[in-house]
């Protein structure tokens, strides 16, 4: 390992903002540069060519990223290796990515596959919690919803109720049919995918 690569923890996110991500990832119609080399390489173009911000943004040095945009060093340590495909995936096919989204909040919506915990309150009742697997629809107005928080830097706990809201109308009271004023929230989120 260089003192080059240790410089910074990769970011984390939680599991809805990084269910919407690979969801974005689904819809690509070309894959993303694998290597470190042709990584570097496509994100210098998108930083306009400038080693020093992509240094910023994946954690290192600028003396490291001079370094494998010439080919000198070919394979990153786990942190930087994740930081560049992060960077590269969320650089990649802006349009494709964008397409879908906009699809996704006028007209088509969004499929979520959820297994968490959920919890009920309700007028008249109530009912104990449990850890429930749902698929489900996800209207295009909710969908909006989520992408314009998720565009706007919202963090897990922001997406958390208007995704169990969502879920709440197409599953629960499927789509204000039944069990009116039913409402839903859901924690410790064991696995969650979106679908656009």
Not at 112 to 135: L, N
Not at 147 to 172: K, M, N, R
Request: net charge positive; hydrophobic share 35%.
């Amino acid at each position: 390992m260089t003192i080059d690569d240790s410089q910074q923890p990769a970011p984390r996110r939680g599991k809805v903002l990084e269910a919407l991500a690979r969801a974005e990832r689904k819809v690509f119609t070309r894959p993303a540069p694998k290597s470190a080399n042709a990584q570097v390489k496509f994100l210098l173009t998108r930083m306009k060519g400038s080693a020093r911000s992509l240094a910023e943004r994946v954690g290192t040095s600028t003396r490291t990223i001079e370094r494998y945009r010439a080919g000198k060093l070919k394979k990153p340590q786990k942190r930087l290796q994740a930081a560049l495909v992060e960077a590269t995936e969320s650089e990649w096919q802006p349009q494709v990515r964008a397409q879908a989204r906009e699809r996704a909040a006028t007209s088509s919506g969004m499929m979520v596959e959820v297994t968490a915990y959920f919890g009920f309150t309700c007028t008249g009742s109530s009912d104990d919690g449990r850890e429930r697997s749902i698929t489900t629809a996800i209207s295009p107005t909710y969908a909006k919803q989520i992408l314009e928080l998720q565009e706007a830097g919202a963090t897990e706990e922001d997406l958390h109720p208007i995704v169990a809201e969502a879920i709440t109308e197409s599953y629960f009271t499927e789509w204000g049919t039944r069990a009116a004023g039913l409402r839903a929230d859901f924690t410790h989120v064991s696995q969650i995918d979106f679908r656009f």
